[in-house]
């Protein structure tokens, strides 16, 4: 299974078959094998309004908790909005299947994939509207609050998080400010943001790769300089303004 609980991975495990026991060490996939990605397109209206669609996929490791978080249907479009609102603040999802279409969340084994649409409201800032340049992983905060530790830390299982956020501006505006592209390589992960332009288009791509589950202390600090790089490079704004 690639879908193999966070805290059963490289455990201990009894196997008995035939009424003969055998201790062998559960599998603990690499990164690669739990994947989440976010492939979103804004467009920008001249009042701020924000217009997007995309899609959302969970595979691996985080795909049983997808499930169980968006199998009621009564409940589906609220926790996706809920769940949006963290990157683009209050969001409203389009009626009917242009707001959400969810793949068959029974397919043990299958991605997870959510399909939207809706409306936001970009934020105001210096004149200009705001949009989030991607997720905020919250490295710090979820793994590295601590400015010293004794003891090892476990940050869960190695996993991949990838976006592309395609952002059209509207005539007569200009982007002021943009995240700058960044590449990090450390013995834990990687991380890379890359921006382009043509013409009235954005387009901005983050990839973060975590691949140990198990810090020891004595490699702490670089662990929490790490997560300081990305959650500084990840938290960064696309500014647009009127030319």
């Known amino acids: 299974t690639g879908e193999l609980p966070a805290l059963d991975r490289g455990a201990f495990a009894l196997r008995i078959t035939g009424g003969e026991g055998k201790l062998s060490t559960l599998p603990d996939p690499d990164a690669a094998s739990s994947r989440e990605r976010h492939e979103l397109d804004v467009t920008l209206a001249p009042g701020g309004e924000l217009r997007f669609s995309g899609r959302i996929e969970s595979s691996g490791v985080g795909a049983p ?3 169980r978080r968006y199998h009621a249907e ?15 603040g209050p969001v409203e999802l389009s009626p009917g299947a242009r707001g959400l279409r969810l793949s068959d969340l029974d397919a043990i084994e299958k991605p997870v994939v959510l399909d939207i649409g ?7 800032e210096s ?14 905060r979820r793994y590295a609050s601590r400015p010293e530790r004794s003891q090892a830390l476990l940050v869960g299982p190695p996993r991949v998080y990838e ?33 382009s332009e043509e013409g009235s288009v954005t387009k901005i791509s983050t990839r973060l790769v975590l691949r140990v589950s198990r810090i ?6 670089a662990w929490r300089a790490f997560c ?7 938290g960064a704004r696309l500014l647009v303004t009127k030319s």
């Open 65 to 67: 908790s997808w499930r």
């Open 74 to 88: 009564a409940t589906q479009r609220e926790r996706v909005a809920s769940d949006l609102a963290g990157l683009f």
């Open 118 to 124: 809706g409306a936001a409201t970009a934020a105001q």
């Open 127 to 140: 004149g200009g509207w705001s949009i989030p340049a991607g997720s905020s992983h919250d490295l710090v």
């Open 163 to 195: 976006e592309l956020l395609t952002v059209r501006r509207p005539p007569g505006t200009v982007v002021s400010s943009s995240p700058r592209s960044t590449k990090l390589s450390t013995p834990f992960g990687e991380f890379e943001l890359a921006v």
């Open 216 to 221: 020891a202390a004595g490699d702490y600090p």
């Open 228 to 234: 300081q790089a990305v959650d500084a490079a990840a």
